[in-house]
């Protein structure tokens, strides 16, 4: 077990690295963050920021150094930094771990081969599998193994002449090939897997996404006959992968069945509302499974929306008007959090901050979130899904 006040070192300056450290700091601990931004929001609170890129040796030597143990914030650090670094100290979730979930391919070549419903799909690796992709999986989505994130380097294509083009736009750089699915809901479950293979799942969510990214979150969710399965589901994949740390996995629902989307090495956007709403949330966890103490309480005591808010807002007043929203409307409505992530520049699409309204009754929560959406000039979440 690691006690406070050691500190711990932390891959990745974003704002999930920013409530990890906020957590880690209320349970005494220091953090070293590790990003080459030198403006970054987890880096601009940490004790120490290592504006560095991930691979520096002097960097990652001054981590090992200098940390008890270390985790990520991100998917796309290199997963032989993490290799390196596991020599000298504990590093969870591990690099096996973060190879799989920062690479479609290896994602879901892991789904298959251990026998999760996972999307129909095909590796295209170069030209001649892009030529020779399956009728069946048309129309389709072709995404890049690596380095997407909130729908960047996806393509929806209709035939194979849509999916060589759009395999060539993205430089031939290996992809997977999905079928695209008519979704009937999206659910998440972010769960703790300790070193004593103890599994804490947080309830699962259900997620609605606008162009590819997280729009609103809300629990309990409704179909909620799928979400014992969805939390099985996402503790044995964390079993089979020998995972330590918080986990997000992400379903579809389809005609009724679930699908496992992704999974991500770390904390997730659609388990934010345990900061508000749950007796631990999923920052304060990650803290536990990585020092060795005991996980906390995943219970949830109170109903919950969380909806993202985007650089797009900022941009309301038109492309040349950039203007920081009137909170002062937003923080009227009762029972609401805000949380900004100080971020200095908004652009659309760049995630700035979240809200979450809690209460008893979800229902009533989600109407709350709505009236705090339009007071600050946001409109209503689409109500199908693509
Ligand atoms: P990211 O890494 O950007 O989150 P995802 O693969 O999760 O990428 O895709 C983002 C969103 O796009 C999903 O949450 C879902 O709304 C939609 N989407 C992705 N793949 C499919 C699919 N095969 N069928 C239908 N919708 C999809
Ligand atoms: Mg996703």
Same mark, same amino acid.
């Given at each position: 077990?690691?006690?406070?006040?050691?500190?711990?070192?932390?891959?990745?300056?974003?704002?999930?690295?920013?409530?990890?450290?906020?957590?880690?700091?209320?349970?005494?601990?220091?953090?070293?963050?590790?990003?080459?931004?030198?403006?970054?929001?987890?880096? %601009?609170?940490?004790?120490?920021?290592?504006?560095?890129?991930?691979?520096?040796?002097?960097?990652?030597?001054?981590?090992?150094?200098?940390?008890?143990?270390?985790?990520?914030?991100?998917? =796309?650090?290199?997963?032989?930094?993490?290799?390196?670094?596991?020599?000298?100290?504990?590093? %969870?979730? !591990? @690099?096996?771990?973060?190879?799989?979930?920062?690479?479609?391919?290896?994602?879901?070549?892991?789904?298959?081969?251990?026998?999760?419903? $996972?999307?129909?799909?095909?590796?295209?690796?170069?030209?001649?599998?892009? %030529?020779? @992709?399956?009728? /069946?999986?048309?129309? !389709?989505?072709?995404?890049?193994?690596?380095?997407?994130? /909130? !729908?960047? !380097?996806?393509?929806?294509?209709? +035939?194979?002449? #849509?999916?060589? @083009?759009?395999?060539?736009?993205?430089?031939?750089?290996?992809?997977?090939?999905?079928?695209?699915?008519?979704?009937?809901? #999206?659910?998440?479950?972010?769960?703790?897997?300790?070193?004593?293979?103890?599994?804490?799942?947080?309830?699962?969510? #259900? =997620?609605?996404?606008?162009?590819?990214?997280? /729009?609103?979150?809300?629990?309990?969710?409704?179909?909620?006959?799928?979400?014992? +399965?969805?939390?099985?589901?996402?503790?044995?994949? @964390?079993?089979?992968?020998?995972?330590?740390?918080?986990?997000?996995?992400?379903?579809?629902?389809?005609?009724?069945?679930?699908?496992?989307?992704?999974?991500?090495?770390?904390?997730?956007?659609?388990?934010?509302?345990?900061?508000?709403?749950?007796?631990?949330?999923?920052?304060?966890?990650?803290?536990?499974?990585?020092?060795?103490?005991?996980?906390?309480?995943?219970?949830?005591?109170?109903?919950?929306?969380?909806?993202?808010?985007?650089?797009?807002?900022?941009?309301?007043?038109?492309?040349?008007?950039?203007?920081?929203?009137?909170?002062?409307?937003?923080?009227?409505?009762? +029972?609401?959090?805000?949380?900004?992530?100080?971020?200095?520049?908004?652009?659309?699409?760049?995630?700035?901050? $979240?809200?979450?309204?809690?209460?008893?009754?979800?229902?009533?929560?989600?109407?709350?979130?709505?009236?705090?959406?339009?007071?600050?000039?946001?409109?209503?979440?689409?109500?199908?899904?693509?």
């Amino acid at each position: 077990m690691i006690q406070p006040p050691a500190t711990l070192g932390l891959l990745g300056g974003g704002q999930l690295g920013r409530f990890f450290i906020k957590a880690a700091h209320e349970l005494g601990y220091r953090v070293t963050v590790l990003d080459p931004d030198l403006d970054s929001p987890a880096g %601009r609170i940490a004790d120490t920021h290592l504006a560095r890129p991930y691979d520096d040796p002097v960097a990652l030597g001054l981590l090992a150094q200098s940390c008890a143990a270390v985790t990520t914030e991100f998917e =796309n650090v290199p997963a032989h930094a993490l290799h390196y670094l596991a020599t000298s100290v504990r590093v %969870r979730p !591990g @690099a096996h771990a973060v190879a799989i979930c920062q690479d479609r391919s290896a994602e879901k070549g892991f789904l298959k081969r251990n026998g999760f419903p $996972h999307v129909p799909y095909a590796d295209v690796r170069n030209e001649e599998d892009a %030529r020779k @992709a399956d009728a /069946d999986l048309f129309p !389709g989505i072709l995404k890049v193994a690596r380095f997407g994130y /909130d !729908g960047k !380097g996806q393509a929806w294509v209709k +035939n194979r002449d #849509e999916e060589q @083009a759009a395999f060539r736009q993205f430089g031939c750089e290996p992809c997977v090939l999905e079928k695209v699915l008519t979704l009937d809901h #999206e659910v998440s479950v972010v769960l703790a897997r300790d070193e004593a293979g103890e599994v804490r799942c947080f309830p699962a969510a #259900e =997620n609605r996404h606008r162009h590819g990214v997280l /729009d609103i979150s809300s629990v309990p969710p409704a179909p909620a006959c799928l979400t014992a +399965n969805a939390e099985r589901m996402a503790a044995d994949i @964390a079993r089979t992968m020998d995972y330590v740390g918080v986990m997000a996995v992400e379903f579809f629902v389809v005609s009724g069945r679930l699908y496992v989307n992704e999974m991500a090495p770390r904390p997730h956007n659609s388990g934010h509302f345990t900061l508000d709403a749950c007796v631990t949330d999923q920052f304060e966890q990650q803290v536990r499974a990585l020092c060795g103490l005991p996980l906390g309480d995943t219970r949830l005591h109170s109903a919950a929306t969380m909806v993202n808010l985007l650089g797009d807002l900022w941009y309301l007043g038109g492309p040349a008007r950039v203007r920081e929203p009137d909170w002062r409307t937003l923080l009227a409505v009762p +029972n609401l959090k805000l949380h900004l992530y100080g971020k200095r520049h908004a652009k659309p699409g760049r995630k700035m901050g $979240h809200f979450t309204v809690v209460g008893d009754d979800a229902v009533d929560v989600r109407e709350a979130a709505m009236a705090g959406r339009r007071a600050i000039g946001m409109s209503d979440p689409v109500a199908v899904l693509p």
